[in-house]
């Protein structure tokens, strides 16, 4: 079975653009999150859908918005793009989003804004 | 600040010995435990987990301890192997309505052949 799968896998951005950062969760599985990982740190929790809803919004500006379709693919978008928000955007996904249901990574996003 | 303190940047073993990483935690709402490991240009991979009602889970070579008075765990892998090599990351989450992780910033294991 396919894992998580995410792209694109590099982007290169300048500051203020916009960018869209796609994910496709394991097969059967209705829950997905997405975490920011700066170099040096742990991944930090940005979003969690589940069944096409908000389920948990992390730390970060009106700037990061995301959605999740039918499907459960998501989407995660940043405005306005700044140079702090060069990172590797992770995307997870679990079953159904439960607690303590195991969250499965993909490999990542890796957006560097000039 | 940092709810999840992993004070150990880098741990080097030789193989067949045992490793120890530790992961050192604030908040007392978290219940839940988990320890990822990664890879360069690959995401985390879930290792194993422990809720707070245990103090110990073992899962083949990887044990998870939980000192919940000292707010502290740990991770335990014997014997270890050079495929072993990876960044660790301790998560933890409160018993919410999300599945929230709050990770470490990692201990990077390398184990010499």
């Known amino acids: 079975d396919a894992g998580v799968t995410q792209s694109p896998t590099h982007l290169i951005k300048t500051r203020g653009q916009h960018v869209t950062l796609r994910c496709s969760p394991i097969s059967g599985h209705k829950s997905v999150s997405w975490y920011q990982q700066v170099l040096g740190q742990g991944p930090q929790f940005i979003f969690q859908?589940?069944?096409?809803?908000?389920?948990g919004r992390g730390n970060f500006p009106d700037r990061f918005s995301a959605r999740q379709f039918p499907n459960y693919s998501s989407e995660l978008n940043v405005n306005a793009l700044l140079l702090g928000d060069s990172a590797l955007y992770l995307c997870?996904?679990?079953?159904?989003?439960?607690?303590?249901?195991?969250?499965?990574f993909g490999p990542g996003t890796r957006l560097t804004v000039l | 600040d940092q709810q999840v303190k992993q004070n150990s940047p880098s741990l080097s073993v030789q193989e067949g010995r045992i490793s120890i990483l530790n992961c050192d935690y604030t908040?007392?709402?978290?219940?839940?435990f988990l320890w990822y490991k990664k890879y360069p240009a690959e995401g985390p991979t879930f290792l194993i987990s422990i809720s707070s009602i245990k103090d110990k889970n073992e899962d083949g070579r990887f044990t998870v301890f939980l000192n919940k008075s000292a707010k502290h765990l740990s991770l335990h892998i014997v014997p270890s192997q050079p495929g072993d090599s990876a960044v660790y990351f301790c998560?933890?989450?409160?018993?919410?309505?999300?599945?929230?992780?709050?990770f470490g910033t990692g201990t990077l294991l390398a184990v010499q052949p």
């Open positions: 859908y589940y069944e096409k809803e908000e389920r």
């Open positions: 997870a996904s679990s079953r159904d989003g439960a607690s303590t249901d195991t969250q499965y």
């Open positions: 908040n007392s709402m978290f219940d839940y």
């Open positions: 998560a933890a989450k409160e018993w919410d309505a999300t599945n929230k992780l709050i």
